[in-house]
């Protein structure tokens, strides 16, 4: 079971990519708590596609391990730009 759901997710991001290197992407970011009081940071793009229509994807949620530092948060969303191939294409990030 896991090795399809790896499959599919791969599938999945070759997909979304395609979309993503052709686009400029706002990102939104949120740290919360989860009920077992762990601290999480998602990042969501959203982008207008070749075809013309708004997506919003939710491209990681991450555990933080660390202190909510500037320095910690930065790395992670690096990180998450990085993987997605989409760092030069960032137009802005918006946080609370």
């Known amino acids: 079971m896991t090795k399809r759901l790896d ?3 791969n599938q999945l991001k070759e997909k979304i990519q395609v979309d993503l290197t052709c686009n400029k992407v706002t990102t939104t970011t949120d740290i919360w708590t989860s009920l077992t009081n762990e601290a999480y940071l998602s990042v ?11 997506r919003n994807l939710i491209l990681a949620t991450v555990l933080m391990g660390e202190r909510h530092t ?7 969303l690096k990180k998450t730009m990085d993987e997605w191939n989409i760092s030069d294409q960032i137009l802005a990030v918006v946080h609370d």
Do not use: F
């Open 70 to 76: 500037s320095d910690y948060i930065s790395q992670l």
């Open 44 to 54: 969501t793009a959203s982008y207008i596609s070749p075809e013309w229509k708004m």
């Open 7 to 9: 499959c599919q997710h």
